[in-house]
């Protein structure tokens, strides 16, 4: 099993930047993709960003390609998304997701583990 937990969520005025963490127990990071999926009110969950095993490959939804960053540090067990020049649109809850695989995905359904989310709020 593998816990997940988000942070550094809040509110920013559009234009702004945060950076998401989401800190992992239960098993070594080196072994799992990762990604960051988000959900605004009413809508269906959202693909990010999804980060390799080995931290050297990344794939972005178009919607934040350019401004979003995923990185992670295996050592430390934590995922980031640098988050700049943020826009009302990206208001959502972002979850932090994991699975046993050495490439990426884009799928939610690939995703095996969770975190509960953390609120992102961008204020026009």
């Known amino acids: 099993q593998v816990q997940l937990v988000e942070s550094g969520g809040g509110l920013v005025q559009a234009g702004g930047s945060l950076r998401l963490s989401c800190a992992a127990s239960?098993?070594?990071?080196?072994?799992?993709?990762m990604g960051w999926f988000r959900q605004a009110p009413g809508k269906e969950r959202e693909f990010v960003a999804v980060?390799?095993?080995?931290?050297?490959?990344?794939a972005y939804g178009d919607s934040v390609k350019g401004r979003f960053t995923i990185s992670r540090d295996n050592a430390k067990n934590t995922l980031f998304l640098q988050m700049n020049s943020l826009k009302f649109e990206d208001t959502a809850v972002y979850y932090c997701a994991a699975f046993p695989y050495v490439g990426t995905s884009r799928e939610a359904r690939d995703y095996d583990y969770w975190g509960q989310g953390t609120q992102v709020t961008v204020s026009s």
């Open positions: 980060i390799n095993s080995s931290g050297r490959g990344a």
């Open positions: 239960g098993r070594t990071l080196s072994s799992l993709a």
